[in-house]
């Protein structure tokens, strides 16, 4: 089990984190939370192309194929993943998802870094046929992905040594830029008034998370914990059904799409986050604040420019 403890830390000597896929979505959000924070945040990208918005908030870009940890770590974030897509190979999979994460570890754990936060995925859990997902719901029938993603977290468990290690097991992840989740379509579809189709409109929902908070648990997390390893879920507090969860994202958009029962491929079910925060006082938003903090982000004036450009004719 992983403790808690308070971390001491001198004020002219801010605690150094790694963090990995810092040019991706949730890395790029984690780490500005953690420099908005007070950490000394090393961001750590195989590309450094439009990092500006990093280095204005004070986080040290590393340009590094190998994905090697700096010197004076004290935790690392590890965010950098790729997901199944059309040309992605299963090589490619083991690779960067496998290979990287035992490389990573490994480095962290022979330097002495205190903790290692791991970005898991509900799909550890696989073909999932239970109402509530808890941390004891067996795992059968994992695609590549997720046994990639149990595969880092078993290399995290058998290696943390003397650090902390924790496995955080994502739903879908919402904020400004979110991408390849039935969310962020859903948003894409509305603000553009396509037909948008939902499965098992009066189920319970609380799958998701804003990006905001998974920031604020890492940042507690590395401030307050001890060694041992812990794998947790997070999502959002309390449910909503899902078809009240796309109407107030339609609201937040003032889309006039239609919004379409289709016929279900699996079971709903909902994530229980009483775990993390018995462990870790994990206290996010509602999931319905959630949601409507995402439709106004979606909604911004950037985000509109951005949907305008894509409708624009390119010049070729």
């Given at each position: 089990?992983?403790?808690?403890h308070s971390v001491g830390r001198d004020a002219?000597?801010?605690?150094?984190?790694?963090?990995?896929?810092?040019?991706?979505?949730?890395?790029?959000?984690?780490?500005?939370?953690?420099?908005?924070?007070?950490?000394?945040?090393?961001?750590?990208?195989?590309?450094?192309?439009?990092?500006?918005?990093?280095?204005?908030?004070?986080?040290?870009?590393?340009?590094?194929?190998?994905?090697?940890?700096?010197?004076?770590?004290?935790?690392?974030?590890?965010?950098?993943?790729?997901?199944?897509?059309?040309?992605?190979?299963?090589?490619?999979?083991?690779?960067?998802?496998?290979?990287?994460?035992?490389?990573?570890?490994?480095?962290?754990?022979?330097?002495?870094?205190?903790?290692?936060?791991?970005?898991?995925?509900?799909?550890?859990?696989?073909?999932?046929?239970?109402?509530?997902?808890?941390?004891?719901?067996?795992?059968?029938?994992?695609?590549?992905?997720?046994?990639?993603?149990?595969?880092?977290?078993?290399?995290?468990?058998?290696?943390?040594?003397?650090?902390?290690?924790l496995a955080i097991r994502l739903p879908a992840?919402?904020?400004?830029?979110?991408?390849?989740?039935?969310?962020?379509?859903?948003?894409?579809?509305?603000?553009?008034?396509?037909?948008?189709?939902?499965?098992?409109?009066?189920?319970?929902?609380?799958?998701?998370?804003?990006?905001?908070?998974?920031?604020?648990?890492?940042?507690?997390?590395?401030?307050?914990?001890?060694?041992?390893?812990?794998?947790?879920?997070?999502?959002?507090?309390?449910?909503i059904a899902v078809l009240e969860a796309v109407?107030?994202?339609?609201?937040?958009?003032?889309?006039?799409?239609?919004?379409?029962?289709?016929?279900?491929?699996?079971?709903?079910?909902?994530?229980?986050?009483?775990?993390?925060?018995?462990?870790?006082?994990?206290?996010?938003?509602?999931?319905?604040?959630?949601?409507?903090?995402?439709?106004?982000?979606?909604?911004?004036?950037?985000?509109?420019?951005?949907?305008?450009?894509?409708?624009?004719?390119?010049?070729?």
């Amino acid at each position: 089990m992983l403790k808690r403890h308070s971390v001491g830390r001198d004020a002219d000597r801010p605690l150094r984190v790694a963090v990995t896929g810092a040019s991706g979505f949730i890395g790029a959000h984690v780490a500005t939370g953690l420099a908005n924070r007070g950490f000394a945040v090393s961001a750590l990208l195989r590309s450094t192309r439009s990092v500006d918005h990093l280095r204005a908030c004070g986080i040290e870009v590393i340009a590094t194929q190998d994905m090697s940890l700096p010197k004076g770590i004290n935790a690392v974030v590890h965010a950098a993943a790729t997901s199944p897509a059309p040309g992605v190979t299963a090589a490619r999979l083991v690779s960067d998802n496998i290979e990287l994460s035992r490389r990573l570890i490994g480095q962290a754990r022979d330097a002495g870094v205190s903790s290692f936060v791991f970005l898991s995925s509900m799909s550890v859990y696989g073909r999932i046929s239970v109402p509530v997902v808890d941390e004891s719901t067996p795992q059968t029938d994992l695609d590549l992905y997720g046994i990639t993603k149990r595969v880092g977290e078993n290399l995290l468990e058998e290696n943390c040594g003397a650090m902390a290690g924790l496995a955080i097991r994502l739903p879908a992840v919402i904020g400004s830029g979110a991408a390849r989740h039935w969310l962020a379509e859903t948003v894409r579809r509305l603000a553009f008034h396509e037909d948008v189709p939902i499965f098992h409109p009066a189920a319970p929902f609380n799958n998701a998370i804003h990006v905001t908070d998974l920031a604020e648990l890492i940042g507690s997390v590395i401030e307050g914990t001890s060694k041992g390893y812990e794998a947790v879920n997070v999502a959002s507090d309390g449910q909503i059904a899902v078809l009240e969860a796309v109407k107030l994202l339609s609201r937040a958009l003032a889309s006039r799409s239609r919004i379409l029962e289709v016929a279900p491929h699996s079971p709903s079910f909902t994530v229980s986050i009483g775990r993390a925060a018995v462990r870790f006082g994990f206290h996010p938003m509602a999931i319905g604040e959630a949601l409507a903090l995402y439709g106004r982000e979606f909604a911004s004036p950037a985000e509109v420019r951005n949907r305008q450009d894509l409708l624009l004719p390119k010049r070729v």
